[in-house]
């Protein structure tokens, strides 16, 4: 049934073809790691799985091509509240008893939805794979959506997201898309609005479901104690089942992002400390920039005035925060959407440094187009390399690697892949990617707080380029 | 729309002068005005704040110029040199920054990435992983080196190894409070060799992150890093552990703990909690009573010369109690590793561990004594904290594992808490407990081990002062019944598959795996592996739980910590220690 296409076979058939030298420049402790299985079954369902000889637990879970970037302005919230509405009970097992089984067996099982996906996994011990699956399965497909149910969850997910707004670093970003990319899906935020959450009915949760539950949009991954074939036999039996294309008929297209220079600032009179983003829009999780960027992320890196590091940092900017007193924290995100990406910095200052900060970060971005160091791209490679690789600690992130990366690349990269892409980088190319996406190009800011300091669009935009020969 | 913007040549653009880049981009951009939108303000969008925000919003098309200092003056009627482009007050005119603006955006849009785009074929040039196959179970190896240390390590097949150093000498052998706890906030900081600065930087460079953790009985440093840089990064211990700079201890230790103490700001009130416990159940006067954080009583007290004498006698002196673990690298290479940098040190020392009864007794720290335990900035708070214990076996006991069991059944947490089933929400203290009482904000078991003995209890904190009595009487009434009533089947089962589970998952990361195994072969000078763990917490039943309950709560006295605001409504210690009797 599974038509196994298992990446290390391949890999096998392409080795003989690879030259002996570059074969040599990849250190045995690279090539010596678990291979990511791949199998693609007869309805288009992906199945990927890294087994972890001598476990005893596993991860398996449901990475769903499908986040609210997926919804329409009338239906932003629905990704979400489907999965809510997940937990609560089957047409086979009430909450309760699904609470209990998972409890009894002593597994773990979560969810959640972001702008591009909607996830659904459990850990459980080795022999609880096959129950794991089974349960994943009933909570995705056989929800029961009650309307009384849907009712009451109105107000969990409204004090959520009270919740997710008392964390300024969510909201300020929230707002960075909202203005960023402002009229198209991208914009809006993954809990939906108070007056979507109260009003979104059962039918919208099926139609959504109904629309995006096919199977080439899902991938089943597990790690740890995980059979790839097994894992390819329970994901025929639980999800075979489901179709290849909407059963409405309705494919709705991903709505394109379109970037839009603008800022949006929240000021709070009596407040004392700003929280502001400052973003560029980038490029998509396969472009050709997308390792260059990341390696800017590290080059900028992160400050918090509590860490202790003080003036240690590596980073320009770091320096110059720390040096100047500029800021709490600071960091600076690069996230990757199918067709686009945010690159900028968040920075909590208080407000008698939002002006200087602003100067600061503007500077430090621009200064990637004109006088990177290789010295410091050097370092930046290797801390790229650390954090990528520190991150695959565990079964549960493994499964979400696979998961997610079957999703946005069509496959899991190996690790040698990692560190070849990472070394191909040069100092020109972090000049070019910076020149491209920042040079004398429009951003987008949001701003939170006591941001009375804050300079206007045109400051900003005029600092995104320097005369200089 | 688009012909304006597709036509953007250069021809056009100088027609448009110094204005093209916004007027084209103008044309795409959505149309928004600058202005005063609606304060909007929703309770969900804003919350804690009680004041309506001013909201603005500008688009790229309100923009109208960004070069506004241009100047009549051009180059030509210049004196000294025509072709400098710069005018008499030092600027570019308009012109010429467009140019420039112009031929940087040529410039760099001619470059060539060398980096490529990830496709959904694997490129050519990367190499297959070594096959499944060959990668065996990975197992944990120990070896005693010839001055004593020993060297624990397990392979993980990844990238990074974490190696690190652990030492069986913690805050309960210091003859002045605050050293241990001062040599954990130095940490990584100058050593004889290397200042701060440089060891932060090396760590970068080698794509390393350190980690410390200092107890009662042991310390630990560790670092996780890129395999191939292992051997830097074990130099880099053994100067950190071996050779720290101690200068200016009051001084520097107060600057690092104020840092510190703005990390941690959220775990305080239950860092204190703990620390009342153990004065409490000891004393103050047993090593197992003593407080472990530097306080402003001690600190000042603490010199150059006392805390390197403490470190010389204890932890570099003794290479019998050190243990160097590593996860994620071979056993021979760490072997080696070990022997090159600690190889030299000769046992001549050994902390003095002095065994602690237990006591029983009360110990309340209100907001404001707080200063006395950590610093003057303690936040007030508004909860009233309680912890309920009584005695169990430490780390050699036979009942550990059940105490670990019952800890898991009583489970527990906080009232508004993330995340799906597994976190235990069928556990008594949220079954009987937390769901039921609506005042209660937390309510959890704990428990505490040591090397003569251990504390098993609950603890829990509410904001109402009217209902601290209700909740210690809560407290009491969830650990007598463990002895009269047997825990059912059921729950037992539950409590024993989510504790394997936890440790299980706990092990898949390299991090805990080494911290395990370092742990271990401290405490009892072998690792037992997961399976047998997993064997022992099955071998628990209910007759193991009733025994244990009885045996801690049968003639000992009760241990009482609380911490917060209220801590008058609590019951006297004689009032709760009747309840058991």
Known sequence: MASRAAVSKLFARRASSASRRSLSSFPDYVLRAPSTDVSTLDNGLRVGSETVAGSETATVGVWIDAGSRYETAANNGTAHFLEHMAFKGTSKRTQQQLEIEIENMGGHLNAYTSREQTAYFAKVFKKDVGKAVEIISDILLNSKMEEAAIDREREVILREMSEVNKNQEELVLDHLHATAFQGTSLGRTILGSEENIRSLTRQDLSDYIQTHYTAPKMVVAGAGAIDHEELCGLAGEHFGSLPSAPKNGVDVAMEPAVFTGSDYRVKFNSEDVAHLAIAFPTASWTSEHAFPLMLMQMMLGSYDRGHGMGKNHASNLCQDVAENELAYSLNTFNTCYKDTGLFGVYAVAPDNKVDDISWYIMNNLIRLVHTPSDAEVERAKVSLKASMLMNMDGHNNVAEEIGRSLLNYGRRMTPAEIFSRIDSVTTSDIRATAAKFFNDQDLAIAAVGGIHELPDYTWFRRHSYWLRY | ?581
């Open chain 2, 1 to 581: 729309m688009l012909l304006i913007s597709s036509r953007s040549s250069i021809r056009l653009g100088r027609a448009l002068g110094g204005y093209r880049r916004h007027l084209c981009r103008a044309m795409s951009a959505d149309t928004s005005s600058d202005s005063n939108v609606a304060a909007n303000f929703s309770k969900y969008e804003y919350p804690n704040r009680t004041e309506a925000p001013i909201i603005t919003a500008t688009t790229a098309d309100k923009v109208v110029s960004l070069e506004t200092s241009g100047s009549s003056i051009t180059p030509s009627n210049k004196i000294y040199d025509p072709s400098d482009p710069f005018d008499e007050r030092g600027q570019l005119p308009l012109g010429e920054r467009e140019k420039i603006r112009d031929k940087q955006t040529s410039d760099f849009g001619s470059i060539k990435l060398s980096s490529l785009p990830i496709t959904e074929s694997v490129p050519d040039f990367i190499p297959p992983n070594v096959a499944s196959t060959e990668l065996s179970a990975p197992e944990t190896v120990i070896t005693k080196l010839d001055n004593g240390i020993r060297v624990v390590s397990q392979e993980t097949y990844g990238q990074m190894c974490t190696v690190g150093v652990l030492t069986n000498v913690g805050s309960r052998h210091e003859p002045t409070s605050g050293i241990v706890h001062m040599l954990e906030t130095m940490a990584f900081g100058s050593t004889k060799k290397y200042d701060g600065l440089q060891i932060a930087e090396m760590l970068q460079d080698w794509g390393g992150t350190r980690f410390v953790s200092h107890s009662r009985e042991q310390t630990l440093h560790c670092i996780d890093i890129l395999r191939p840089n292992v051997r830097d990064g074990m130099q880099l211990l053994s100067e950190v552990v071996l050779n720290p700079l101690i200068t200016e201890v009051p001084q520097d230790f107060m600057e690092a703990l104020a840092v510190l103490e703005f990390q941690a700001q959220e775990q305080l009130p239950e860092l204190v909690l703990g620390e009342a416990l153990q004065v409490a159940a000891y004393g103050s006067d047993q090593q197992l009573g003593k407080i472990h954080f530097g306080t402003q009583e001690t600190i000042p007290l603490l010199t150059p010369d006392s805390v390197q004498n403490f470190y010389d006698n204890s932890i570099r002196s003794n290479p019998e109690g050190m243990v160097i673990a590593g996860a994620g690298i071979g056993h021979k290479e760490l072997v080696e590793l070990a022997k090159d940098y600690f190889g030299a040190m000769k046992q001549s020392g050994s902390p003095a561990t002095v065994p602690s009864a237990y006591r029983g007794g009360s110990h309340f720290i209100g907001n404001s004594t707080q200063s006395s335990i950590f610093s003057p900035t303690m936040p007030e708070e508004d909860f009233c904290r309680v912890a309920l214990a009584f005695p169990v076996g430490g780390w050699h006991s036979d009942s550990m594992v059940t105490a670990c069991v019952l800890q898991t059944l009583l489970g527990g947490g906080s009232s508004f808490s993330a995340g799906g089933p597994g976190k235990g929400m069928y556990s008594r203290m949220y079954q009987q407990v937390l769901n039921r009482y609506g005042w209660m904000e937390t309510a959890e078991a704990f428990t505490t081990f040591a090397d003569e003995g251990g504390l098993f209890g609950v603890s829990a904190s509410t904001p109402a002062p009217n209902r601290v009595k209700d909740l210690v009487t809560v407290l009491a009434d969830q650990l007598a019944r463990l002895a009269f009533q047997q825990v059912d089947d059921i729950e037992l089962s539950r409590a024993r598959n989510m504790l394997k589970c936890n440790v299980l998952t706990q092990l898949e990361s390299r991090l805990i795996l080494f911290e395990d195994m370092g742990r271990q072969v401290l405490t009892y000078g072998k690792r037992e592996d997961a399976a047998t763990t997993c064997k022992k917490i099955d071998a628990v039943t209910a007759d193991d739980i009733q025994a244990l309950a009885l045996q801690m709560l049968k003639g000992n006295a009760p241990t009482i910590a609380a911490t917060g605001s209220h801590l008058d409504q609590i019951p006297s210690h004689e009032e709760i220690a009747r309840w058991f009797q």
